[in-house]
């Protein structure tokens, strides 16, 4: 959590940290700052509870001058959002200031310690600690100082530190939090995402556990906690910066469902030619993945669902048996993985916390693993064995949506890359599937277009459930107590069966998360085992039954609902009949595609009846609240 950005050069400082920030603020936005080195012996700090917009406020009333600042985004952890908590932190003297990402774990014996030794604190943060650390170890030179605080920490950080004494010099470190580096033309760059400098320079370092680094104007110097010299690698960036922005959609949650066609034509494109499948970057050989014999898969809410996902696909067109659980779970209980188990990671971010601890406990016991990130340079996909990147570009919106359709696209395909080398080679069955893959995008996007056509309607539909819902909310807290119901009104639930079970655990993950409306997911098979119980008039019921073999299942599911007075909305194929008869309020229809592929359709309705109910209650839809982007604690 939090985001970090930092200059060091000829131009003024401000504006940049603060678009820099901008940039960062999904990765926590409840409260930010910003310290400016102007000349010798000065540092000035403005900080503030709320978003970004209020700190921009602040300095436009209250501007500060100079060249050399860093800047801090948060997502509370220790301490509530409060202008005291806010980063960056001052030492006693107000000479010195940090930033930091990530948690301090041994903070309170290191907090006890200075307080004995005469420190008093402003904050209730455990960052505080490094800041009084810092100074207590100033002897005239930054870098040494930096380094023998961080000697003291136990815990994560990506840190930033600038002195009064030192103009010009940003002094930065990495240990488990992300932080990259920023080459420009006599000018140098710090931030916790790399989309946060690519529109100053494409030049960027990762920095690796262990590194410091020291900034001035377009110089680094590069050194170990030792002081020891150490040399990175330098990469160039060719993302491209407009998908980073807007790009004239009302929100980054509609523009990056609207770009999922493009990323998965691509992604399509790239590892798929002809009927072969190929993962250049995978550097695990074909042999060791012929030795495997079973898969794990770890990963966190959508990416979970993913993994969910696959765990059908991979079974359908492999022997290979696969387990899919929680990060947060597996590290804790004692799977059963060893070197025959591939452990696979999937991560939009590729620094969840829980996920990066699955793979460190999954190479413990000896296991191959492989992560599916889609930030390059991540920790994730520095530390397994192997690499898919998903390509989707950044992704904005907190609620994840085409990292979600790239991360299934990608699993589609390393399950067909492993059918392809039991086979030995292409089959029949592969490259009839691949052609049908293929034309999955342009499917999509004839989804996208029906909703461009029928905004309206869409928005209607969305005011109609809002109206709804309020006439039931006003209904049951005005009745008599003890006419009431009991069951609460105004929630949803999402059913669906085999490859779209985890299609309605996301989909109600979207509702819920954006517009805080109570949503469940759920097995349709399962109803009659307990949640049926909750069916009046009152939940709104999302049914996604496309054409499928268990979809005469479905239909029997849904009568049991309706029979006990539920409002139905179906996610249908074209042209269905039988649903239509069953009296939903809505029907959203899905162009024909073959089941396995379902999955990569139905979820753009349900990103949009998310995305729509949202937007009419609205909700702060690309920053809910208490989320981040990227979940960097435990
Ligand atoms: C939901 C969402 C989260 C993330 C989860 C894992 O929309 O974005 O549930 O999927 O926090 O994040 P990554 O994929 O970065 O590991």
Known sequence: MCGIFGYTGKKEAQGLVLEGLKHLEYRGYDSSGIAVQNGFDHLAVRKTDGKIKRLEEILKAHPLKGTTAIGHTRWATHGTPSPQNAHPHLDHESQIAVVHNGIIENYFDLKKTLE???????????????????????????????????????????????????????????????????????????????????EHTRRVIFLENGDVVSLSGGKFQLTDLAGKPVSRKTNVIDWDVARARKGGFEHFMLKEIFEQPEILSAILKERASGSRIHFEELKISETKLKRIKRITIIACGTAYHAGLTAKYIFEEFTDIPVWVDTSSEFRYRDAKVGPDTLVVAISQSGETADTLAGLREAKKKKALTLSVCNVLGSSLAREAHGVIYTHAGPEIAVASTKA?????????????????????????????????????????????????????QWRENAHDFNVRYHAQLEKYFNADPEKRKRSPNGFFLYLGRNINYPSALEGALKLKEISYIPAEGYAAGEMKHGPIALIDENPWVICIAPQSRTYDKMISNIQEIRARGGCIIPIVTEKDEAIRRLDPIYVIEIPPVSEIFSPLLVIVPLQLIAYSVAREFGEDIDQPRNLAKSVTVE
């Open 116 to 198: 004995e030794e005469g420190v008093r604190f402003r904050s209730e943060t455990d960052t505080e600690v490094i800041v009084h650390l810092v100074s207590k170890y100033y002897k005239g030179n930054l870098e040494n100082a930096v380094r023998a605080a961080l000697r003291n920490l136990k815990g994560t950080y990506a840190v930033a530190v600038i002195a009064s004494h030192e103009p010009g010099k940003i002094v930065a470190a990495k240990c488990d939090s992300p932080l990259v580096l920023g080459l420009g033309t006599n000018e140098s760059y710090l931030a916790s995402d790399v989309s946060a400098v690519l």
């Open 404 to 456: 979600y359709t790239a991360q299934l696209t990608v699993l589609y395909l390393l399950a067909f890359y492993f059918a392809q080398i039991a086979a030995s080679g292409p089959s029949k069955k592969l490259a009839g599937l691949l052609k049908e893959f293929i034309r999955v995008p342009h499917l999509m996007q004839n989804i996208l277009d029906r909703y461009k056509r029928d905004e309206g």
